[in-house]
Structures are given as C-alpha cells and as structure tokens.
C-alpha cells in the first residue's frame, strides 16, 4: 500500500438547533427544536502518498481543522471512507494512535505546570516506548532542537518557540510514521519560525515520514512543501504542485521599483496599472504580463528617477490572497 491517507466521498455535516431568545423560546424548545445543520467537508477526494510533505490550505472556517481531526480520529465522519495507513481513524485503534502525531500551534500537548522532561516520561509510558529506545530518541531531538539545557524548566517559564520546540519532540519521541501539524510556526518570531522549519526539512530528509502542514503562513508551505490540497468552502478546490498553483493567475511577473524622490501616483504612465505604491511614494510594485516586462521595465528606467528594481514570479502569497477574495476565480478556470 502506497498511500498514507485515502478518502472517498468523504464528508462531515455538524448539527445545531436554533432557540427563540427568553424564557418562551427556552420552553419551546422542549416540544419543538429547528435543527440547523453545516456541511462543513462536501464529498471530499484525496490521495496522500507515503512520505510527501502536503500543504493543506484554506481560510478560516473553509474545513481544513475538521479534515485534520478526521484524519486523526478526533471526530467521526458523516459518510464516505477514509483510511490512514490502513486503519480506519475513527476506530481508535491503539496501533493506529502508535503511528500518528498532532502537533497544534495554537494547543498544548504538554502540562503546563511541570517541566518537559515529566511530560515525556509521561509520554513514553502511555506509547509504551522502551526505555533504551526512548534515551535515544529523546538525546537526538534535544541536540537537533538545541534545547538540552530546558528539560527541566517548567513548561510556562519558556518561551513560545522553546515551547513549539517541546512540542514537536512529545510528538516524535515514538517515531510516527505520519506527523500533522497544526499552525506549528503560529506566533513565532521569524528566526523562531525559520529554526522549525529548517528542523521539519532535515528531520523529514532523515526518515521520511508523511507530513501534512495546514498553516496560513505561505513561507511554511513555500518552505516545505512541493504539493498543495486548497479547501474552499469543505470543497477541494485545487491539488496539484506548489509551481502549478503559482501560476494559476498566470505567467505574469511582479516588477518593483525604488525611486530616489517621492512619485505622483495619479501620473498618467501610472494610471490603469494594478500598483502598490509603499514608502512614501517611492516604491512601486507592479504585477506586468511575463512577455511586457521589457517594454515597461524600460520606459520606467528612461523616464524615472529609479535607484533599484527588480523582477520576480507572482509571489504565492498573492495568488492566495487573490483566490481567498475570489473563489470563482478557481471555477473559472476549471469550469
């Protein structure tokens, strides 16, 4: 079996009930409920590989956390089937439970009131990890992580990234064969975030494991990932390679430009032109068609105080924040 994760016509419906407000409504509601129900996850395919790295995207309440908890038993589906790496999540098998991790940035694994080290050794009795084993393990995340000199620190007294740094080696001291991770580099300076992330890289490079990220942070996925699954609405709305979605907007590039003076951005070289004009007027960002780079780079360079410039693919972050605004854009495309 290749595949770590399978769905099939996957889905998720949550119900609630609406009540009048007061003490009527409230008695009402005994006899008679409205019942409201949210399709959070439409009839959703997916075919993870073992040892891909995948980027699962979307904006907030689009379904991404509730595929997550799918996927790792937290909540049963409505209908359709999904097995990881063989086993069926919501049976909470305890050799399932053995091969799977969930790192959450924003949620504690680890108590808060003691050190890290008590937690672990907590850990390693509930995953029955044997103790030469577990010595081992624990020395390689701690010198790979540099945080030897904290185990024994109470959890509240570190820092955030200190903190993430605890959590992703609870969640790998039994060796899972598929790590999800939740916002893992959430809140985190950017030396912080980029420590992780260079840690997720090497320690994937080393035993390559499936490894699924949700993050709403584009340098996560630009870091990490070659594929990426976006969810628009419980809808799977792209899957395919980080470069294929890069350029769904196109093949147009983004040209910016530093000026030595403040410009006049209702000139009419500017006007009808998608610019982003920062500092002050004195840089410009434009988004140009890939075979009109030359002719405005040059127009630009002749009659304009330029001091620097330079050219660029449309930056990831962009074709997301474009879709986000745009949904249909994506059924445009792929009618």
Known sequence: MNNAITTKALSKSFKSYKKLPGISGTIKSFFKRSDIVKKAIEPFDLEIKKGEIVALLGPNGAGKTTLMKMFTGII??????????????????????????????????????????????LLQKYYEIPEAQFRTRLNQLTNLLDVEKMLHVHLRKLSLGERMKMELIASLLHSPEIIFLDEPTIGLDLIAQEKIREFIKSYHLEHQCTIIVTSHYMADVEALCSRLVLVLNGKKSFDGPLTQFSNILGSDKVVSFTFSEKQDSENLFWKNRDATWTNNFTQVELRVAESGVREIAGAILKDFPVTDFQTQRMPIERVMKTLLNNPQFLLQKNP
């Open 76 to 121: 049963v589906p409505s209908s359709g089937e999904l097995t990881v790496l063989g086993h069926t999540p919501a049976d909470r098998a305890k050799d399932f439970r053995k091969k799977i991790a969930l790192v959450m940035g924003q949620k504690s694994q680890l108590w808060w009131d003691i050190p890290a080290m008590d937690s672990f050794i």
